[in-house]
């Protein structure tokens, strides 16, 4: 079992900068794909980003490749999104995930990460 806890979120403007973390725990993650999507009102949860625990590598989705970057540090055993250039749009409730990856490629479906966090609200006033 994974545990996730998200932290960071909270109300910004529009054109601010925030960063989020999640703090995993449970087990070794060596193998695993960690990820952020997020979830606004009355939407399907949409992938954001996604890194590999180990190796570091990672992947985008196309609508937040310019302004957000996923990371991780291995020794502080934190997930990071910093997030620029805030807008409205962006207002959403962050979730980090984890799943145990087999293969290269990571996932970008919701369906195919196992461990959820409980979510950070993201709240960009305009």
């Known amino acids: 079992q994974v545990q996730l806890v998200e932290s960071g979120g909270g109300l910004v403007q529009a054109g601010d900068s925030l960063t989020l973390s999640c703090a995993p725990s449970?087990?070794?993650?060596?193998?695993?794909?960690m990820s952020w999507f997020r979830q606004a009102p009355g939407k399907e949860r949409e992938f954001l980003a996604a890194?590999?625990?180990?190796?570091?590598?990672?992947t985008y989705a196309e609508s937040v490749k310019s302004r957000f970057t996923i990371s991780r540090d291995t020794k502080k055993n934190t997930l990071y999104l910093q997030m620029n250039s805030l807008k409205s749009e962006d207002t959403a409730v962050y979730y980090c995930?984890?799943?145990?990856?087999?293969?290269?490629?990571?996932?970008?479906?919701?369906?195919?990460?196992?461990?959820w966090g409980q979510g950070t609200q993201v709240t960009v006033s305009s």
């Open positions: 449970g087990r070794t993650l060596i193998g695993y794909a």
């Open positions: 890194i590999w625990w180990s190796g570091g590598g990672t």
């Open positions: 995930a984890a799943a145990n990856t087999p293969g290269l490629t990571l996932r970008t479906r919701a369906a195919d990460y196992e461990y």
